[in-house]
């Protein structure tokens, strides 16, 4: 559905009574558009899903989890024009949930905030010819849990004012290929990949 919402718009989700159950589901049509330049909020401690494309210039998550996918249907692009901002409070969550065999490739998203990011899901997610940009705070947290979380393609991802530690499950990859990636901290028993023919790439820690 569509919106234009001047003064933005806040979903306050309450936790389902099954904990991995969604307290609120955007899903079908053509996917969640804000067309007006005012943010989305994400306020209660519940998980609110989306499984289509989500447009909105900014994004606040204040509290609970903001998950794209549910590790069977992937979500759309999540853009606004250009670039959308993504704020993540201390506390809260923006999960990707990417399915098996699965690339959900994002839009240009600038990510900020001291909350965690985090990657489940047997699929890829990537920002691919945009721009992810990565400039999280002291105490966030990037946690792949699962599949592959691709923080460089194309030699367009910003990493220069990270602060967020990086946690990488066994059995999941973090791939940096060519970025020059910024974490405070690396901890967990996964992979970790950098580099991407002659285009260069690293990953600096602390």
């Keep these: 559905f569509n919106m234009n919402v001047g003064t933005g718009i806040t979903f306050d989700v309450a ?17 969640f558009t804000n067309t007006a330049t005012a943010a989305v909020t ?8 989306v499984l289509n494309t989500f447009q909105a210039p900014t994004l606040n998550i204040n509290q609970g989890t903001w998950e794209f996918g549910d590790g069977t249907t992937a979500a759309g692009a999540s853009t606004y024009g250009g670039n959308m901002n993504v704020s993540i409070a201390s506390g809260a969550t923006l999960s990707y949930n990417t399915p098996a065999a699965t690339i959900m490739d994002s839009g240009s998203t600038t990510f900020t905030g001291a909350g965690t990011i985090l990657k489940k899901g047997t699929g890829t997610v990537r920002w691919n010819t945009t721009a992810g940009t990565f400039a999280l705070g002291a105490g966030s947290l990037i946690d792949v849990q699962g599949g592959t979380f691709i923080g460089g393609s194309n030699s367009n991802e910003v990493w220069t004012n990270n602060k967020s530690s990086l946690n990488v499950a066994s059995g999941a990859t973090f791939d940096g290929s060519e970025a020059n990636v910024f974490v405070d901290a690396l901890t967990g028993a996964g992979s970790i990949k950098t580099g991407w023919n002659t285009s260069g790439g ?5």
């Design 42 to 49: 994400k306020t209660g401690t519940g998980l609110l899903r």
């Design 15 to 31: 936790p389902a009574s099954t904990a991995t159950n969604p307290g609120l589901l955007l899903s079908g049509g053509t996917g």
């Design 202 to 206: 690293s990953i600096t820690v602390g």
